[in-house]
């Protein structure tokens, strides 16, 4: 009985907007991996390429990137529910472009059209940061990432059976409108969610466009009302999500012609990655709330090298090794890097900080993937996944000397 007392006491947290926020996360992820999994070799058969991938990218990061200084200034102002909950939906819908898809083209749109949507997101980042306690923050954070692994991991085994059972085109389709469905299940509710800051602002639909200069001004003006540990933070993980985006794309591309693993093995790749990130998420949410939160960053830098090694002169073997180094290294670098943003950032300006963080880190790996697809088609296929290597020592020191833990986290 004790045993189960101090299970309570440690996940009793877990309650109200942060426990809706998790559902409907369960929702989304038990389907958006499906067709993340051949999407790459989709855009092949719908006439594009390489280049075409990129570009995609390319769009849609740049659509993303638009709408973060005014969601993070919304967020701020109007308050962060109104936002989630109605553009769920339109993310929701959006996915039908992919799932009709005719050529490329319906692709690029229906891109577009979801990443513009993510204007939330600034405001979910946001909420989930009013709705942990400071001394929860890292624990908090592997559990988002443990709720995600546990629902993703079927996922790319599902659409593998789906490739297997009615081709990669029509199996893709299947994909996606199962994305279209859940992601409308989760929008529903959100509907339930309540407000986490008091504004006394009502929300005028006309003056949003002509918001956007004043969020503009006020996401610069924010780095003068945070610790400037805050700006280095942002730099560093700047650097390693463009590094990572010059690749990522590609994944499945490369690893399916040039190292020639069967398609239906590549679904069964991506599973150990997710089962990885289940086993390990709340040990390291524990170690980050205990240790703090640069060690794990660090080692998550450090991490990355071996893995995209072990990708890049893979095998078969190799990628069940690469993969799962991989999911820890994701672990360790978003849950750190979160808990970090949060104990530095006050409770009012984080909605402007993560707009701004979100719009440079989206410009920036709307650029890698550009870059990345003209390497790969025109100069080197292993190009793209080698870069991130020649970043990782800027990054590592940035945060050891110009990154400090704060002695008091914000709430």
């Not at 299970?7 to 009793?12: D, L, P, R």
Request: aromatic share 14%; net charge positive; glycine share 6%.
């Amino acid at each position: 009985m004790k045993v189960i007392g101090r299970i309570k006491a440690e996940f009793a947290f877990i309650q109200g907007n942060f426990l809706i926020l998790i559902l409907s996360w369960i929702l989304m992820d038990l389907v958006s991996e499906m067709p993340l999994t051949y999407y790459g070799l989709y855009v092949k058969e719908l006439h594009g390429d390489e280049f075409i991938i990129g570009v995609i990218g390319f769009a849609a990061s740049m659509a993303l990137a638009s709408v973060q200084f005014p969601g993070g200034y919304l967020a701020d102002k109007y308050g962060r529910k109104w936002l989630v909950s109605s553009m769920t939906f339109g993310v929701a819908l959006s996915y039908l472009f992919y799932a009709l898809a005719q050529s490329w083209e319906w692709i690029l749109i229906g891109a577009v059209m979801a990443n513009l949507c993510l204007i939330y997101q600034p405001a979910l980042f946001a909420m989930v940061m009013d709705s942990l306690p400071s001394e929860k923050r890292g624990l908090g954070f592997s559990i988002i990432n443990l709720i995600v692994s546990v629902s993703t991991t079927p996922a790319p085994l599902i659409a593998g059976l789906l490739y297997l059972n009615y081709g990669l085109v029509d199996g893709m389709r299947i994909c996606y409108l199962l994305v279209v469905s859940f992601y409308l299940a989760a929008a529903i509710l959100r509907l339930r969610l309540h407000e986490t800051i008091q504004t006394s602002e009502k929300i005028d639909f006309k003056g949003l466009l002509r918001s956007y200069p004043e969020s503009l001004k006020e996401s610069v003006k924010v780095w003068k009302k945070v610790p400037s540990s805050t700006f280095y933070l942002f730099l560093s993980n700047l650097l390693f999500m463009f590094s990572l985006s010059i690749g990522q794309p590609f994944f499945v591309i490369y690893a399916t012609e040039v190292l020639l693993i069967e398609k239906f093995y590549w679904s069964i790749i991506l599973t150990t990655l997710f089962i990885t990130m289940i086993v390990i998420s709340l040990p390291i949410g524990k170690l980050i709330d205990k240790v703090g939160r640069k060690k794990p960053l660090i080692a998550a830098h450090l991490l990355i090298i071996p893995a995209i090694l072990l990708f890049v002169y893979g095998d078969l073997t190799r990628l069940f090794i690469a993969f799962p180094l991989i999911g820890g290294v994701q672990l360790m670098f978003f849950s750190s890097a979160a808990a970090l943003r949060a104990d530095l950032v006050p409770k009012e300006q984080r909605g402007k900080v993560q707009g701004f963080t979100s719009f440079f880190n989206y410009v920036f790996m709307a650029l890698g993937n550009l870059l990345g697809g003209f390497l790969y088609r025109n100069v080197s296929q292993q190009l793209p996944f080698l870069l991130p290597i020649i970043l990782v020592p800027m990054e590592i020191l940035i945060i050891l000397f110009l990154v400090k833990e704060p002695s008091q986290k914000e709430l």
